[in-house]
C-alpha cells in the first residue's frame, strides 16, 4: 500500500527506507543497507534527504495507554466571525500546552483535533474546561475519552497487560 501511494513521490529504495524507520525509529544506517543490499553511505545520503526535506522526522512517541494516562480527544469547531489571526493565536497556545499531546486541523464540520492527556480523567477535564471554555474563537467542541488506541502512525500498539 506505501509503494503505491508513495511511488509517485519517491523511488522504490527511499520508500523501504521509510518502511523500515517506520517499524523502527532506531534501527540504524548499517542495518538498513544490510536490509536493503546497498551501502551505509547511501542509506545515511538517502536518510538525511528525506529528513532534510521534511518527509520523515525521527521521533520518539509516548504510548500513552501504556504509561496509564488518560487521553481524550477535542473536537473543536471554530466560531464563524473568528478571523485568522484569532485562531492560529488560539492554536499557537495549544501548541505551547503541555497537556495537548496532538493537534489536528481538518476539513468539514469540525476545524480542529485536540489530543489532551493526563494522569486521570478528572484532571483531564478541568484543564480541559481552562483551555477550551475560555476562548471565544471556540464556537462548539466536544471531548471524546479515548479507552485504547490499536494502531498510530502506521504501527500497531500493542497494549500491555495490566496485572
Sequence with gaps: MWEKIL?????????????????????????????????????????LKLQNSGAIKIIGLLVLQNMDLSYADVMVKFSSDSSNSEIEKFIEKCKNDEYIYEITRYMGYYDLLLRFFDEDFVRLKMHYNDIISKEKVVKESIMIPVMMSDKAWGNIINFRDKK
Excluded: C, H, P, Y
Design 7 to 47: 511511488s509517485k513521490k519517491f523511488d522504490e529504495i527511499d520508500i523501504k527506507i521509510i518502511n523500515l524507520l517506520n517499524q523502527d525509529g532506531r534501527i540504524n544506517d548499517q542495518k538498513i543497507a544490510d536490509k536493503l543490499g546497498i551501502s551505509k553511505t547511501s542509506v545515511r545520503m538517502r536518510r
